[in-house]
T-cell receptor, first 114, second 114 residues
Framework: GESVGLHLPTLSVQEGDNSIINCAYSNSASDYFIWYKQESGKGPQFIIDIRSNMDKRQGQRVTVLLNKTVKHLSLQIAATQPGDSAVYFCAELRLSGGYNKLIFGAGTRLAVHP | NAGVMQNPRHLVRRRGQEARLRCSPMKGHSHVYWYRQLPEEGLKFMVYLQKENIIDESGMPKERFSAEFPKEGPSILRIQQVVRGDSAAYFC????????????FGSGTRLTVV
């Protein structure tokens, strides 16, 4: 079936290092891919998105890369900080039943150590 | 702009009782979505509503669960005769028409069935 999934469930990094969180997807028809950050006890928070016709998009300290050939999405966080510790979800916005349906992957926990 | 408001934040119910979860969308948003998140898992789509209409309930269990978004007032997710397996975090999200850049999420209601 169609799904959005992740390679690594947990990622531990040192403060100041760069982090890379990966995600695989199987549905080629999605129009947007989105990364969300979820801190403990909170709802998902939008980080950055990328349209399916793009390869790369940069934000503040974050970069999302999309490789449509291998159906792979990644989130790069530069100079990781303790406040980046959270669970990160990739999600795809897929046209389904006449509307844009948001479908989540399983999540990667990022732990930043001082 | 208060964002998506959910209440209560925490809800404890005994088996067999009813749980009512409320969600007020962001100002200007007319589309509401409910998701369920089990511990250490991703968010699973449950239902999508517009004012007075259920658009997609493909993720809702067939029994005991219902949702509404009346003309006036918040959206309500109702779980009748709760069981321990209903214990989860329930997130509401909202979007404007089209939702082509994802949804905005509330902080969730954590339901515990004892």
């Amino acid at each position: 079936g169609e799904s959005v999934g992740l390679h690594l469930p947990t990622l531990s990094v040192q403060e100041g290092d760069n982090s890379i969180i990966n995600c695989a997807y199987s549905n080629s028809a999605s129009d947007y891919f989105i990364w969300y950050k979820q801190e403990s006890g909170k709802g998902p928070q939008f980080i950055i998105d990328i349209r399916s016709n793009m390869d790369k998009r940069q934000g503040q300290r974050v970069t999302v890369l999309l490789n449509k050939t291998v159906k792979h999405l990644s989130l790069q966080i530069a100079a990781t900080q303790p406040g980046d510790s959270a669970v990160y979800f990739c999600a795809e916005l897929r046209l389904s039943g006449g509307y844009n349906k948001l479908i989540f992957g399983a999540g990667t926990r990022l732990a930043v150590h001082p | 702009n208060a964002g998506v408001m959910q209440n209560p934040r925490h809800l404890v119910r005994r088996r067999g009782q009813e749980a009512r979860l409320r969600c007020s969308p962001m100002k200007g948003h007319s589309h509401v979505y409910w998701y369920r998140q089990l511990p250490e898992e991703g968010l699973k789509f449950m239902v999508y509503l517009q004012k007075e209409n259920i658009i997609d309930e493909s993720g809702m269990p067939k029994e005991r669960f219902s949702a509404e978004f009346p003309k006036e007032g918040p959206s309500i997710l109702r779980i009748q005769q709760v069981v321990r397996g209903d214990s989860a975090a329930y997130f509401c999200a909202s979007s404007p028409q089209g939702a082509n850049r994802g949804y905005t999420f509330g902080s969730g209601t954590r339901l515990t069935v004892v």
